[in-house]
């Protein structure tokens, strides 16, 4: 299932202080770069994960929240915002 990024992002904004919430997982220095991928849908999709990798570190930079990672496997991460108390 191909999560829905705007409800993520519309997640990132209401966190209750303490709340945790992974945002991604995978790579996301990599799927959030257009140019390294061919095809114009995956170029899309890379534009639509730099979105929600904006959104998470625009409430980093408000103060809102802490910004996680964990690994999962090689290569793989949870990428997670912890809503500040």
């Not at 919430?21 to 994960?49: D, I, N, Q």
């Not at 980093?60 to 690994?71: A, D, E, I, K, W």
């Amino acid at each position: 299932m191909k999560p829905d990024h705007n409800e993520a992002i519309a997640r990132l904004r209401t966190l209750k202080p303490g709340e945790k919430f992974v945002y991604f997982t995978g790579e996301l220095s990599r799927a959030a770069e257009p140019s390294v991928f061919k095809s114009a849908e995956r170029r899309s999709e890379a534009f639509t994960v730099r979105e929600l990798s904006d959104a998470a570190y625009a409430q980093y930079n408000m103060g809102r929240v802490h910004l996680l990672q964990r690994r999962v496997d090689k290569n793989k991460f949870d990428y997670i915002a912890v809503a500040k108390k």
